[in-house]
């Protein structure tokens, strides 16, 4: 398994859909996963420090994991079927581990709550992690709103199956974001 973390969430301009972007914790690939726009704002909030004035969903599900005497141990991307992401969220309860089948975004939305490591099974990793390339990532670290990363191949990746992620990733700006979330 690979460490990563959210390194951010993008949003296209031209259509609006939303990827989380991971990335390894020792290494340079990314691992891009389209989401939905309410497991985005979630994910955005808590990155962000932004406290709902009423529990989301993924706040009362850690209340209700802790309740019962559970932790959250860790989130894990476990496979890449179909151009689907599949995730598990591993609990501790009684001394025994339980696992959880989840959506990704989800699973992501709980692990930062829970500041939990994000594991991505590294099959998943090289089938669709992708490499930024330099000038990109010091553009992206300038938090520049022109910057769109041209996203170049992590290993043996089928690049045509992956040309959608490719297309949306180029077409996102994190600006946008920013001004839909009123921050």
Same mark, same amino acid.
């Given at each position: 398994m690979i460490e990563t973390v959210v390194e951010s969430i993008r949003v296209s301009l031209v259509t609006q859909h939303r990827v989380v972007i991971l990335k390894e914790v020792d290494g340079e690939r990314h691992l891009p996963i389209w989401i939905g726009s309410y497991e985005a704002e979630a994910i955005a909030m808590e990155l962000q420090g932004v406290t709902a004035s009423r529990p989301l969903p993924y706040d009362? +599900?850690? %209340?209700?994991?802790?309740?019962?005497?559970?932790?959250? &141990?860790?989130?894990?991307?476990?496979?890449? #079927?179909?151009?689907?992401?599949? &995730?598990?969220?591993? =609990?501790?309860? *009684?001394?025994?581990? =339980?696992?959880? $089948? #989840?959506?990704? %975004?989800? &699973?992501? /939305?709980?692990a930062v709550r829970a500041k939990v490591?994000?594991?991505?099974? @590294? #099959?998943? +990793? $090289?089938? /669709?992690?992708?490499?930024?390339? %330099? @000038?990109?990532?010091?553009? &992206?670290?300038? @938090?520049? *709103? *022109? /910057?769109?990363? @041209?996203?170049?191949? /992590?290993?043996?990746? $089928?690049?045509e199956r992956l040309s959608v992620f490719r297309d949306f990733i180029n077409s996102l700006d994190l600006d946008d974001f920013d001004r839909k979330t009123g921050n």
């Open positions: 009362l +599900m850690r %209340s209700i994991i802790d309740d019962m005497g559970g932790t959250v &141990a860790r989130i894990t991307v476990t496979d890449l #079927s179909d151009d689907v992401f599949y &995730a598990r969220i591993v =609990l501790r309860q *009684s001394g025994r581990e =339980l696992e959880i $089948d #989840s959506r990704p %975004s989800d &699973a992501i /939305a709980l490591p994000i594991l991505v099974d @590294e #099959s998943v +990793m $090289d089938k /669709a992690g992708v490499l930024l390339s %330099s @000038e990109d990532e010091d553009e &992206a670290e300038q @938090e520049t *709103s *022109s /910057a769109h990363p @041209e996203l170049e191949r /992590a290993e043996d990746v $089928d690049t």
